[in-house]
């Protein structure tokens, strides 16, 4: 039994096991209401492998809980919001009607001109990050804004020069990262990871994690660490880090990819130097869209010289350095095309081309969903949809579980994620008896399965349904020759549950 505190640990089996249980759940929370706000994708959806959407999804029919998958997998790509079809529809009439006059048509009701597109978007993405409006910017992809705030915040010295990122770093980071280095001409061994002490856990403590900060503080340049991470999902404690880092000097960035949208952030408060993310997991703004990136205020201040009142004379003014593009340069003289570059104040001021209004539509429409909640009362939703699914997972009927949950216990210490390490050799058997049966996660290879009860969406109702096929899948995978039903007793949690 876990040492945290879980509601539902301590209910008895029958009860906490019971579908009525999931219901009414349910039928509890304020919140539910919400999954009608998403398309979720029906069993034939999955299965079809013709293109025959056709008009049954419109913005208003209602989703059909008997034929609805079940869609655990918001950690890769969030659903579509109902209303993203209407709003993308307003961005095409706008683009057919008034061609380049869309940059600047003001329609009463209607979406804002594509020109000042990014300002209601950042009042709203400032409240899912904790941050002012002016610290954040929607802009480019989560890689391409690492590499923008890299090529800012990445100032190494002969003293410092080295980055420390985590050794299950995403891969893209870790290319991003070792790709900086080589750009100013250092080694590779430039490249600090943090390992974690055990082999058999990915678990990092905060002690861990100070310690080797503090091991190369002399020589690091920058820390570049996730909100939570996207192999066992856990949260890493970012103002305790940040506040280490700044006491030694160093500057710290974030990848938000699975945080954003899935816990709340104070990003402002917490100090961060600067931070990326994408919008199309817990964002829900569709493949590949658009991205996000924040840089605290204190860096992302444009000044002149004193008694210089001319703005616009690049020569008298001082902010940080950065690869530049015109979208970046101040608005008012934007159009001017003389040469002279005026950063915006904040975030926007790191802006290169003009965004894709296609994307920025797409992402104000699941914004516009955030907007009927907040993140405190997501958070609390998730907390206890993701306890359930906890709880229910260390409840295996047929003996010891064929699975341990790497993700923290501690729920302070994860999001909506949970992460399942089976025992070898049956993970592909496992994912065809989910897939058979219309359930959608996703999966590490060799042995990991990650599991995402959105709280914007998911139902306590899909968690029992899933784990009802899950445990099912995984008597059907032991049984199978070369199951491992002779691997050994399972635990119920690796060591980062402890
Ligand atoms: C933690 C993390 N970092 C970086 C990326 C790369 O994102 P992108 O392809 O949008 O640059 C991902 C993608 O899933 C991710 O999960």
């Known amino acids: 039994m876990s040492k945290f505190n879980n509601q539902y640990t301590r209910i008895e089996d029958a009860e906490l096991c019971s579908k009525q249980f999931a219901k009414r759940e349910d039928e509890k ?9 998403f398309i979720i994708p029906t069993k034939g959806d999955l299965k079809n492998k013709k293109f025959d959407f056709k008009q049954k999804h419109g913005t208003t029919s209602q989703n059909n809980s008997h034929d609805e998958s079940i869609y655990l997998c918001g950690n890769s790509l969030g659903l579509q919001p109902r209303r993203t079809k209407e709003y993308v529809n307003r961005y095409l009439d706008t683009w057919a009607s008034k061609g380049v006059l869309g940059h600047f048509t003001e329609y009463e009701g209607g979406l804002p001109p594509w020109l000042h597109i990014d300002e209601a978007i950042k009042e709203q993405t400032a409240k899912i990050v904790g941050a002012l409006p002016s610290e954040v910017v929607i802009m480019e992809t989560l890689t391409a804004n690492l590499h923008l705030l890299m090529s800012s915040f990445y100032r190494p010295t002969k003293d410092r020069w080295k980055i420390m990122i985590e050794g299950k770093a995403f891969p893209s980071d870790h290319y991003a990262v070792l790709s900086q280095i080589a ?66 000097g160093i500057i710290v960035g974030w990848d938000l990819a699975h945080a954003v949208g899935n816990v709340p952030l104070k990003l402002h408060d917490w100090n961060a130097d600067f931070a990326a993310w994408c919008n199309y997991k817990y964002m829900n703004g569709g493949p590949g869209v658009i991205g996000g990136a924040f840089v605290h205020e204190r860096h992302g201040k444009v000044e002149r010289a004193a008694g210089d009142s001319n703005m616009n004379n690049d020569t008298q003014l001082t902010y940080r350095p950065r690869l530049s593009g015109w979208w970046g340069s101040d608005k008012s003289s934007r159009f001017r095309m003389d040469n002279n570059f005026v950063p915006i104040t904040g975030a926007s001021g790191f802006q290169l081309s003009n965004p894709s209004a296609l994307d920025m539509t797409s992402v104000m429409a699941s914004l516009d969903v955030f907007s009927l909640t907040t993140m405190d009362a997501l958070r609390e939703r998730s907390l206890r949809l993701t306890g359930y699914l906890e709880a229910r997972l260390l409840r295996y009927e047929g003996g010891e579980a064929p699975y341990t949950i790497i993700t923290p216990s501690n729920p302070a210490e994860r999001g909506a994620q949970i992460s399942v390490l089976l025992k070898p050799g049956l993970l592909d058997h496992v994912l065809h008896h989910l897939e058979e049966n219309d359930v959608v996660v996703d999966e590490r290879k060799p042995d990991v399965l990650r599991i995402a009860p959105a709280p914007l969406y998911n139902t306590f109702l899909d968690v029992h349904r899933f784990i009802v096929i899950f445990h099912e899948a995984c008597r059907k995978a032991l049984a199978k020759p070369g199951g491992a039903g002779e691997h050994g007793k399972g635990v119920p949690h690796g060591t980062a549950a402890t």
């Open 29 to 37: 929370d304020a919140l539910s209401k919400l999954r009608s706000e």
């Open 183 to 248: 750009n100013h001409n250092f080694d590779p061994s430039a490249l600090i990871t943090i390992e974690p002490p055990s082999s058999t856990s990915p678990y990092l403590s905060n002690e861990h994690i100070l310690s080797v900060i503090s091991q190369h503080a002399a020589t690091t340049a920058l820390v570049l660490l996730p909100g939570i991470q996207f192999y066992s999902g856990q949260f890493f404690d970012i103002e305790l880090i940040t506040r280490h880092c700044h006491a030694l």
